[in-house]
């Protein structure tokens, strides 16, 4: 027979022959209130790699992908159970959802608690790595360029417009390449095409 007990319960045993013969003892239940079994947790978040989502390299966690949900504990109830997160060293947090986080780091190491409320603490750890895949967004400028003295050197600013060009990583303007940035009085009257190549200070290129 499956029962539960409960502190202070007794239990009465008789025992008797086929004469009417019986004999009787009683157990008491005393049950240990000093837990130390730490919360379970059932399944943690695996690790995986995201494409950088928001502007200075990072990535803004805008659900509930990355929170723990499976986990329960012997004697204190899943609504009471303290959770807590951690992202690499950097103080631990109170609460139960990553949602809204900002991660900049290109390893982020995080790190879930649960906690009961005998003080038994369970953890799971898992790895977000940022990649970031994407090339520039360029805003090009249709230029009319007046010769000097028979020439004119052409700047990237004056056909890339740099505020209206994007990039989450940033646009590193030092690796930018013009097929061809020098114009003379041959080209009079011409429309010149000019290539342009510019990388993200990820590698990025465009």
Known sequence: MNQILNNGDVIEWRVEDTMGNFDTCEISIVVNTNDIVSPLINSCISDQV???????????????????????????????????YQINSDPRVNSNTLE???LTD???????????????????????????STRPNLSLIDNDIILS???????????????????????????????????????????????????DFKGNEI
């Open 50 to 84: 995201l494409e950088i989502n928001n502007s200075n390299c990072s990535y803004l966690i805008n659900d509930a992908s990355f929170d723990l949900l499976d986990f329960t504990d012997n004697c204190t109830s899943f609504s009471d159970l303290a959770i807590e």
């Open 100 to 102: 809204g986080i900002t």
């Open 106 to 132: 290109d390893l982020n190491i995080i790190t879930w608690f649960v906690k009961d409320s005998n003080g038994n603490e369970s953890n799971c750890q898992f790895e977000l790595r940022l990649v970031d």
């Open 149 to 199: 003295n028979g020439s004119y050197n052409v700047t990237y600013d004056e056909i890339i417009d740099v505020t209206a060009s994007s990039d989450f990583c940033d646009i590193d303007w030092s690796t930018v390449m013009l097929s061809n940035n020098t114009f003379s009085c041959e080209e009079s009257g011409t429309i010149q095409d000019i290539d342009i190549s510019v990388s």
